[in-house]
């Protein structure tokens, strides 16, 4: 049931392939002036989404490898205060847990001593399988939103 291609499929959906944006792609050359930018109507930053991005993807990956993981305040505790980042070092620092996160997870998908389909101990129903996805689905919307962004900010290559 664990089959070694059900976890290349879930890895490859994780790191943004097929019609997936990767992380990477979505962040590179991002000018610093613009990390705090806001949009008309559009209620995020660049930073606001990328630290939610970080905070829910470590906030999923903790609840599954960690009994004793206690969840941020739901809404407030799963975005940043603020619309820009304090410094340039803070967007390092969340776009390096950010991957680190990332590979976290797509370390545990990919251990074979992890059964996908188990139920999580401390859990509710939730299967590491099921988190894995979760993180993917919500990475990926929320990359969306980001190129969006960029694109009214012009700060987007075409093409």
Not at 48 to 63: A, G, T, V
Request: proline content about 9%; overall charge negative; some cysteine.
């Amino acid at each position: 049931m664990n089959d070694p291609s059900l976890r290349e499929h879930v890895v490859y959906l994780l790191q943004g392939g097929g019609a997936h944006l990767s992380f990477d792609r979505a962040i590179a050359d991002l000018p610093e002036n613009l990390r705090g930018a806001k949009v008309d109507a559009v209620p995020h930053t660049p930073w606001r989404l990328l630290e939610h991005m970080r905070i829910c993807q470590w906030d999923i990956l903790e609840f599954s490898r960690n009994p004793a993981h206690v969840s941020p305040e739901f809404p407030a505790g799963y975005w940043p205060e603020s619309d820009a980042p304090p410094d340039a070092d803070a967007w390092e620092q969340s776009v390096q847990a950010f991957r680190s996160d990332l590979q976290a997870m797509v370390d545990l998908v990919n251990n074979p001593e992890v059964d996908l389909f188990a139920p999580i101990p401390h859990g509710d129903g939730q299967t590491i399988l099921r988190e894995a996805l979760l993180v993917a689905d919500h990475n990926a919307y929320h990359l969306g939103q980001l190129v969006f962004l960029r694109r009214c900010l012009g700060a987007w290559p075409e093409g």
